[in-house]
């Protein structure tokens, strides 16, 4: 399992390096269960435990079965992250409603010390980001830290309070494999909410 995300990251972490594209990656197909395919590149082979704004402990591999739209962000952040927020909830008022049930929004903390469950719950009821399409996770530091290389999302403590970070909004299949990434703030979503839609729709 610790072979697979290592794999996964080095990859993600090249290809994103390269050029400001969505990683295109080469799938293998291994059968984790009886009923199940899932690419070895998935992110449902990730063992971390995360929790979520209602306090319920999950596992990537929960989340299993919707697209899932995630960006990493911390709730004390008044730079970058209250952007990021505005987009993935523009992003999600651009699926079409036919699509909307397949998918999942996901916000993933990076500053899993201050963002405790009961901070991400006021923090989603502030933001309008209520419902069980709106997932918002923290974990260890540790898994944080693998989580956001997966992801390609680079990010460090510059101060008590503040950290500098990547922008990027990713899109998963079903699968949990990567389909999609948008970088930066203020940019299109037309790919992303395309990508969304065709994947629910799949």
Known sequence: MKKLMIA????????ASCKNEPAKLEQKEVLVDENQEISDLSI???PAKWTTQDGK????????????????IYTSCKAACP???????????????NTKQNVKYVLVSIDPTVDTPETLKAFSIENQMVGDKWVFLRSTEENTREFAAVLA???KRIDPVDFSH????SVFNTKGELA???EGLGVSYDKT?????????K
């Open 83 to 97: 952007r990021l927020v505005a987009d993935m909830r523009n992003i999600e008022s651009r699926v079409p409603k």
């Open 153 to 155: 999302v680079n990010y």
């Open 180 to 182: 999609f990434q948008q």
């Open 57 to 72: 402990d999950i596992e990537m591999i929960d989340l299993k079965g919707d697209v899932l739209v995630m960006v990493m």
């Open 166 to 169: 990547s922008n990027i909004i």
């Open 8 to 15: 996964l990251s080095a990859i993600l972490l090249i290809t």
């Open 193 to 201: 909410v395309e990508t969304i839609t065709a994947e629910a729709n």
């Open 44 to 46: 449902y082979n990730l």
